[in-house]
């Protein structure tokens, strides 16, 4: 599936800002990327999600969007798999 241009660019606003230490204007955009994008785009955006979500403390949905790349196809599902694991512990 081809991105439409505004999901790409809502997907990579949302990165520009979290590098920025904007975390909370970033989740917006990753929750739109994550309902309406491809399921690349999507698990992206839930890493990213779950990486605020562990910043915030909000341990237990961090570990449910960890939980979701690591059955994706994502290149980071091994990683999320580790991460989410160690938040069951």
Request: proline fraction near 3%; charge should be negative; avoid cysteine.
């Amino acid at each position: 599936k081809i991105e439409p241009e505004d999901l790409r660019a809502a997907f990579f606003h949302g990165v520009a800002l979290g590098l920025a230490g904007e975390r909370d204007a970033a989740v917006p955009l990753f929750e739109r990327v994550a309902r309406e994008g491809s399921p690349h785009l999507a698990d992206e955006s839930r890493w990213y999600l779950a990486l605020v979500a562990l910043d915030r403390g909000e341990t237990a949905k961090a570990r449910g969007l960890l939980e979701a790349v690591a059955v994706s196809s994502s290149a980071r599902a091994s990683e999320a798999a580790r991460l989410a694991e160690r938040l069951a512990e």
